[in-house]
């Protein structure tokens, strides 16, 4: 599918359909939005780096939760790369924004990593719905969220992950607000792409999964307000790995921030 | 998959697995109940019989409305069986309900339609949602409507068929109140099977599909009540077809009676 969404950014001076020219006008300061609506034919993943005597734990609860935590790729120890996902990708600097975590606590988000990378930090990067937005759109799916130049709002659920090690916590969700033909439209068509959390965990009813209030979103951002017919529909988010991490109380720990994600250079299926 | 589920027939004295044991049942009477609980393996049609004259603008309204109407069979003109659905098909009696309309009126509800059969009947078994209720409990989605031993309820909506010829009215869904979780396999179990309606059409909010009330039922028959933490799911309905021949006003027609399908030899896929 072509690059056919309007982004609201004055005269970019990179072409925002390329994943490589994307990458540099981050890595150049040229470009510092949420990435959801740049090299949108492109796959893009969450961020997680961790102190490599933690990553073998790390990837099995990954693999453990494979809904909300699908891993793309992992990193050598100390690499700041992942070739299978792009040949110039630079995990300290790519995303524009990092959230930096010790002992479990946010300690800094710089828009550069670098300072604060490690030789022994394992990447993992991981499957993201923004991935799948753009199918949806192709397919003529409505989300509102980007039409008001917004992102998903995320929540915490009361759904249990599968712990492991050190790792546990709640199963965090994306939601955006869709209308019933679209809600079925996109259950069908994300169900076909275990790799950017497939198909919706829930929808319809927020108390299924233990939210409360729509309103009081995860990190407090994104759309969060139903218009009438419109429904709620969940998905799994990698933002449960940031979760997990948190309660782990890592010494270190390295994640992208809110929207601004990993842009790779893997294609998006054309269907 | 297996005969698994219980059905409440007192000592049966059929095999109700078995399609041509069930027809035979019917047809002598030994069986007079629903069939959405008997040869679960098989595919299950709604009939519409009509005269010759009009047969072939309603094959066309059936094709022009798919996802309602998907065509499984027609008959040669006065013929009571197609072969393609089973050798020993008997339409005028193996349903063991009909309806006979006269001018669009229904005239008499026999449990055997030979009476009234004629010789220029052109007889169509449209894909039914009995179909693919073994499919979604065989994968654990709970209908609870066959828990509690009714079947599902029908709406007429507010949306329009595609009108051809003498054939028009608005669109009939049969809907199954499910969780949150269910809704979601059910919606990505039933697109796989475009022959027995497909993906649902509508789902969450009555309103969208215009209507104002899940008591009030089409034909006042079903379960319409929801529990906390279910949703109504609605698929396009095979009625639509008995619908738009009643708006026809054609001289005769004949249906099979509510949840008195066509049992075919046609057996489910299995997975």
Known sequence: MAQSYPIDIPSPDFD???????????????FTGFTNLVARDFVQGNLVA???AHADAFELYCRSNPQ??????????????????AADLDLARDTGGYMVFRDGELAETPRDA????????????????FSFEAILQAHGVRLRHLDEGNVSA?????????????????LIVSMRALSPTDAIRATILSARYPRYHGAPVS????????IADLANSYGGHGLTRL???????????????????RNARLPLCI??????????????PKD
């Open 227 to 245: 218009n009438p017919g419109e429904l709620p529909v969940f998905w799994a988010c990698g933002a449960t790995g940031q979760n997990a991490m």
């Open 203 to 210: 929808l319809g009813l927020p108390e299924d999964l233990g």
């Open 50 to 52: 961790v102190p490599e």
């Open 114 to 129: 670098s300072h604060a990378w490690r030789d022994d930090l394992v990447s993992f990067v991981l499957g993201c719905s």
């Open 154 to 170: 995320m929540y915490e659920t009361t759904r249990d992950t599968v712990p492991v090690g050190p790792f546990s916590g709640k």
């Open 16 to 30: 925002v359909g390329d994943p490589a020219a994307t990458r540099r006008a981050i890595r150049d300061g040229r």
């Open 68 to 85: 909300a935590l699908p891993i793309l790729g992992r990193s050598e120890p100390g690499s700041r790369t992942i070739p299978a996902l």
């Open 255 to 268: 994640t992208h921030y809110k929207a601004h994600m990993v842009v790779t250079d893997l294609r998006l």
